[in-house]
């Protein structure tokens, strides 16, 4: 089953037209893609450009690792099983991975008339129906092998009618849910868009061609063919087995994939697949029975005879330890069951959105991605007293700050819950009512709304003023964080936003604009060095016109006649920052100058408090939180 058939000289007229015109299609798309890039600056388009260039990589590393697989068509049990144990168990170094596919009989409901199996070095195609559908001994210990991970598409067909052969398969995956996990979520997003080839994931096909790049013709008259025939045509033979092939590799591309994803390196590809040279062992009784062995060429995407008898050198290739645990470690949860789509989606944004204790019905989960300010795992407020000699409570604080005490023998332990720890010493007291603020306990809630869930700290005073402060306006500065949920965290930013608004325009103190940084871009360094970028990164695939530009930018800024890889790397280290003349000092530090020349500080803390209260309305405010807190002491200020 499953769609095969090759890009080879049996193709009619007609696919052949069909083949080049889609080559001419790709062709063109490939070499648009930078200018996409120009006229779609953002998002988008660079992440699929990326997403193609690390597709074209993955494909052709897998594709050379295993350029060239032998095929062996078996019709007797016998040396199916000898084939099995000396290609597949290969002398005690077992394989893990294989790609499996049946082509079913016609005449039987049910019945499997082909077996293909693929090791990567080793396709065996093994013809059940000329054998009364017995499987071979070492082939069913191989299919039974927990261990050893099958992939295909739509596999659990191929399993179950397997079973009706009597052999239970263990150790099956269907490569698309296997692919729900190693493609990109932006192509991913995109799978029901029918048109968009680019993005399909449903068949061996469509998997095919998104990940080894290679295209499955789907010739009607030899997938529906007669397998059960006297002897396979060579069209047959190439289609069964590239089946098998493709769904090993589509495999190994996935995995590559995703750690090139990952690491956002092509080079952590290195290494991940071993060789050695191997000799091709003289096989007994293949030339008295009516097999046939050839090899399948990735390059010329066609087989070509060998003589089994005979033997010769050959390379055997494997995934390393760690290409085997990477694969091994994607493929849980995926084993031994069908293919659902929906399923395995909604259960991994579930769980991203439950371990970060969202809702997995709302859009909050998407809000909290893009919202900057992390949600705290941690209580804000632990609740651990501090008590004097007198045992008179002076604070409540965490456990850290707590244990503090102890560590530096200053303090001993009264009581393990709540968690007390009694000073040696008399520390000096604070002024009534600020101290109460101090020993009171304080609930882990939203200070606004009460909320119970995301919590984020809030500065009343933003800190970008407050870093500015003298020194002992910086004491105790707990009273002006208070724990807030995250959507009142966002309606308080935006609050704060227009008094900062308003002081930037009152003290002549801009915010976010050039002004307000020390250092620019020197813009026409910022060209050259964006010119060497791109002659770097696609220099053989710019037009020539578009080249030449490029190089005279450079030229002309280096004074040279030729640019070379030299010159490039030296553009991309230039540092093109430069001091900003209009540079006037930060917003904060500026607007806490003047504050600070004009003696307001004291008004300027009482006004932060004071616009959070008449804005925000808060409800669970702690106990004694007060607009003048810890402010008397300050009066000149
Ligand atoms: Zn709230």
Redesign the pocket.
């Known amino acids: 089953m499953g769609n095969c058939g090759s890009l080879n000289f049996q193709n009619t007229p007609d696919e052949y037209l069909g083949i080049i015109v889609s080559h001419m299609i790709k062709d063109m798309f490939y070499s648009l893609l930078p200018y996409a890039r120009r006229f779609f600056p953002k998002k988008g388009p660079s992440q699929t450009i990326k997403w193609l260039q690390q597709r074209q990589f993955v494909a052709a590393h897998v594709k050379s690792a295993y350029e060239k697989v032998k095929v062996y068509v078996i019709n007797d049990e016998e040396l199916c099983s000898r084939l099995v144990e000396q290609q597949m168990y290969n002398e005690g170094k077992p394989i893990h991975f294989v790609g499996l596919d049946c082509e079913w009989e016609s005449r039987k409901k049910d019945g499997i008339a082909l077996l293909q199996i693929s090791s990567g070095n080793d396709c065996i195609l093994y013809r059940t129906c000329q054998t009364d559908g017995v499987l071979p001994e070492k082939l069913k210990e191989l299919l039974e092998d927990r261990k050893v991970l099958k992939f295909g598409v739509g596999i659990e067909e191929d399993v179950r009618r397997l079973r009706l052969h009597g052999v239970q398969v263990k150790g099956f995956v269907d490569l698309r849910n296997l692919a729900h996990r190693c493609v990109p979520p932006s192509t991913n997003n995109n799978m029901n868009r029918p048109d968009d080839e680019l993005f399909q994931w449903n068949s061996l096909s469509a998997l095919s061609l998104n990940t080894l790049e290679m295209q499955l013709s789907k010739n009607y008259t030899v997938r529906c063919g007669n397998w059960e025939a006297p002897a396979l045509s060579r069209k047959q033979i190439l289609y069964a087995a590239k089946d098998a092939i493709v769904s090993l590799e589509i495999f190994y591309a996935l995995v590559l994939l995703r750690r090139v994803r990952r690491k956002q390196n092509v080079d952590t590809l290195n290494g991940l697949f071993e060789s050695e040279v191997d000799f091709h062992k003289i096989l007994q009784g293949f030339k008295d029975s009516s097999s046939a062995c050839f090899y399948y060429s990735h390059m010329k995407d066609s087989l070509t005879d060998l003589d089994a008898i005979l033997p010769i050198e050959t390379t055997r290739t494997f995934p390393s330890k760690g290409l085997t645990e990477l694969a091994y470690s994607l493929c849980q949860g995926i084993v031994d069951i069908k293919h659902k789509p929906k399923l395995i989606m909604n259960q991994g944004l579930q769980q991203k959105a439950a371990s970060r204790g969202l809702s997995t019905k709302t859009g909050l989960d998407k809000t909290a991605k893009r919202y900057k300010h992390q949600c705290r795992d941690k209580p804000l407020y632990e609740n651990c007293f501090l008590i004097g000699p007198q045992k008179q409570v002076l604070a409540t604080v965490n456990r850290t700050k707590a244990e503090w005490y102890l560590h530096k023998n200053i303090g001993v332990i009264e009581k393990e819950s709540p968690f007390t720890v009694r000073l040696l010493f008399e520390p000096s007291g604070r002024p009534k009512p600020d101290a109460d603020y101090y020993t009171t306990v304080k609930e882990n809630v ?6 119970t869930e995301n919590f984020v700290k809030k500065n009343i005073i933003p800190h970008d003023y407050r870093k500015y402060f003298p020194l002992e306006m910086k004491d105790h500065m707990s009273h002006d964080v208070l724990l ?6 966002r309606v308080a930013q935006v609050c704060d936003e227009e008094v900062r608004q308003d002081l930037a325009v009152k003290y002549q103190a801009p915010l976010g604009t050039k002004e307000h940084m020390f250092k620019v871009d020197n813009p026409q360094l910022g060209k050259v060095r964006s010119a060497a970028k791109a002659l770097l990164k696609s220099g053989d695939k710019l037009p020539a016109l578009r080249r030449d530009e490029l190089e005279t930018i450079l030229r002309n800024h280096f004074k040279v006649k030729e640019v070379d890889n030299e010159l490039l790397k030296r553009a991309m280290e230039m540092d093109i920052r430069e001091e900003n003349k209009k540079f006037l000092g930060l917003h904060g530090e500026r607007v806490v100058k003047a504050i600070l020349e004009e003696k307001g500080l004291i008004e300027f803390v009482k006004m932060w408090r004071q616009r959070f209260l008449d804005l925000m309305k808060p409800k669970h405010l702690p106990q004694f939180w007060s607009v003048d807190h810890n402010l008397h002491k300050f009066k000149s200020t």
């Open positions: 939203c200070a606004v709304c009460g909320g807030f949920c995250l959507d009142c965290h």
